[in-house]
């Protein structure tokens, strides 16, 4: 069976065993080929703008021997579905602007959605809110590739309600802080670290950020409180 990433596995940990997942944004294919694999999924639809990404993803599911339960369409973001084609769907490796993007296209109560934004992930949480998501869970990957690098997942599902969530749960995952998961504290101390080398740059005239300083003050004093609730 194929070995995962932890962002990945963590992605794979909250789908559900379905008859059909979408993997919107595939590339190589390595996820979807594993669902089948793990039996998560009887099918995966594998979609990508590029059709360099989908036969590559084509080509691992030769060799592993799933072909036959995939299917690979080319085209952009959950357009390439039929209403209630799939009963989840996973998009990932986009900025959480983009993504919000592609999720104006999900408005659909049947299925569920994994979401996992490279960047801006507040960006995306406050898009799903205002466009009636609701949040079911999040969590939060570490990798070590060169740097640590810190990746927040998302499963959403949409019911057409607006919500108006505090605010600090834009740029924190409420589910993992709750649960006091053991990511968490590094996940908030790197977030507190990039402001106050952000602050520091802003006093010292650097020009780079300009007048966001109140911004990274309050996402500063978010992540604090954050810490103080892992204790």
Known sequence: MLRLTERQKKMAGMLFKTQCIADIGCDHGRLGAYLIQSGL???VIAADISNEALNK???LARRLGVEEQMQFRCGDGLKVLEKKEAQ????????GVTIAGIMLQGREKERIYVLQPMSEAFRLREALFKMGFEILDEAVAIENRGRRRFYEIIKCRWDGLAREP????LYIPKAPLVRREREMKEFLEYKLDV???VLNGVQRGDGRYGDRDAWFKKQAAFYEEG???LK
């Open 166 to 169: 505090e605010e600090k749960y």
């Open 41 to 43: 999924a009887g099918s």
């Open 88 to 95: 989840a769907a996973v998009i990932a490796g986009l900025s």
């Open 227 to 229: 810490l103080i609730c």
């Open 57 to 59: 993803a084509r080509n």
């Open 195 to 197: 402001c106050k080398k």
